[in-house]
């Protein structure tokens, strides 16, 4: 078994981080890239990818060593993982010295089509064999280690699928990989009554774990999101230090936190949760239990759905945002949560990419603007780079006939800045007025006097785009 390097505690990277590493620039060992958040498309699952190159030798320059966990290839569906993504995270892995690549263990969509959110597998044998077979795919497209993810799953668990940490350990065991253990996704699903916690843990072949994921949460109508918003709950750091000390072969720490969370922490808070991350792993693998793995239930009865039907009703339940058509009715509630999930992850992208626009039409239609975008998240399934979501929202706002000319510059500003992303050459905007007191009046959250005549000819440089890249790509 592959016996991952002992590499210590790190974080999730965005460019929110970097005002702490200048800070305390020792205080980390490791940081943990999700390259397709750096990364362009032609197409969200069929490419050509490419990277944003300036972003990534940003990244690759930093002092600590790195992890390459990817957040576009989840392997517990029929979407095979794709030889262009493959290819693309092979080299980041090499150009990183990543030991291991991580993936979820998770679904996404069908072959086909995206349902904007990382939903849970079928926990059955064919579920069991479906993700082997997409594990050594990956594992010899990437060429590296690879550990999948536990994962949160807001939907309880049917009585023919089969207990979730015996699902891991079957999926971990028969595709001989590590295990990527998310103990506040498992925190998640034991406060949302999925799984008891310590059972579920008990089941998890301890020596395959090779890193852990920390993180903290909120409620949202009695749900607790895994929405990486702070520091995690007293109870889940406690029980975090007892599982940690008893994994032998856990090689890093990681812990993610958005960075629109991250902008808004006190120094002090994120200080306390670095150093609380340094104590908990000078006490891992110090203590070894000999009880584990045990089965704890019998097997359960035969499937009632397929892998293909499973994901054919969770895909179009959380992109149309309409659960009838599932047939579990009891899920229904939690597939509405997940869509809208799925929606206002959406809506972030699309307002980093395209932040005057999106500002200027809640300020122009207020709810009908956020109207407009839910009627286009039902037109077009989620397109997952922020670039090819921005330019397909432009697309059809044109089709809808918007023909207010500031709109329209504001639209075509946006864009050029997308553009840039993969072009060289200036961008010309043609602007239908002296943008300053436009820009100058959205940053104030006021809606502009429309602009006066003549028409400004504004010129876009390349250099412009490179520091706002990774914060406009988005995040798993």
């Not at 603007?369 to 989620?382: G, T």
């Not at 006939?401 to 200036?426: C, H, N, Q, S």
């Amino acid at each position: 078994m592959f016996q991952p390097p002992k590499l210590g505690i790190g974080m999730i990277f965005s460019a929110a981080l970097d005002p702490f590493l200048r800070r305390r620039p020792d205080a980390l060992d490791v940081l943990e890239i999700e390259p397709q958040t750096l990364w362009l498309a032609e197409d969200a699952i069929a490419g050509p990818f490419a990277e944003y190159r300036p972003a990534m030798e940003a990244f690759a320059a930093l002092p600590q060593a790195k992890l390459v966990h990817s957040v576009g290839v989840p392997l517990g569906g029929r979407r095979k993982p794709s030889p262009g993504q493959m290819a693309l995270l092979r080299e980041t892995a090499q150009r990183l010295d990543s030991p291991w690549v991580s993936e979820h263990l998770s679904i996404a969509g069908t072959p086909h089509r995206s349902a904007g959110f990382l939903l849970p597998p079928l926990q059955t044998d064919e579920g069991v064999a479906t993700a082997v077979e997409n594990i050594a795919a990956f594992r010899a497209g990437v060429g590296r280690p690879i550990a999948v993810e536990t994962g949160v799953a807001y939907l309880k668990r049917k009585p023919f699928e089969m207990p979730d940490g015996e699902f891991l350990a079957q999926v971990a065991e028969q595709a001989q990989c590590g295990l990527l253990l998310d103990l506040h996704n498992l925190w998640c699903n034991h406060c949302n009554g999925r799984i008891d916690f310590d059972e579920t843990l008990a089941q998890i072949p301890f020596d395959r774990v090779w890193e852990v994921h920390l993180a903290g949460g909120d409620d949202m109508g009695g749900v607790w999101l895994d929405s990486h918003s702070g520091p995690m709950p007293d109870a889940l750091a406690a029980r975090a230090r007892e599982v940690i000390a008893e994994l032998p072969n856990l090689g890093a720490i990681n812990f993610e936190i958005y960075d629109t969370f991250l902008e808004r922490l006190e120094p002090a808070v994120f200080d306390t949760i670095v150093d609380g991350l340094r104590a908990i792993w000078d006490g891992a693998g110090q203590s070894r239990s000999d009880t584990r793995p045990v089965d704890l239930r019998g097997a359960p009865p035969a499937p009632e759905t397929t892998v293909e039907a499973w994901e054919d009703s969770l895909t179009l339940s959380v992109w149309t945002a309409d659960p009838t058509g599932h047939p579990w009715p009891e899920d229904h509630p939690l597939l509405s949560l997940y869509a809208f999930l799925a929606r206002s992850f959406r809506g972030s992208m699309l307002t980093r990419a395209m932040p005057r626009t999106v500002r200027y039409g809640l300020l122009r239609d207020g709810e009908g603007f956020e109207a407009k975008m839910n009627a286009y998240f039902d037109a077009h399934s989620p397109k997952m780079y922020a670039p090819l979501e921005a330019q397909a929202f432009r697309a059809w706002l044109l089709e809808m006939g918007e023909d207010d000319p500031l709109m329209l510059g504001l639209l075509e500003y946006d864009i050029a800045f997308v553009r840039l992303l993969k072009e060289t050459t200036p961008q010309i905007v043609h602007f239908p007025g002296d943008p300053a007191p436009i820009f100058e009046a959205l940053s104030e959250g006021r809606l502009p006097d429309p602009p006066t005549p003549p028409a400004w000819e504004l010129e876009i440089l390349p250099e412009a785009v490179a520091e706002g890249f990774v914060q406009a790509a988005g995040a798993s």
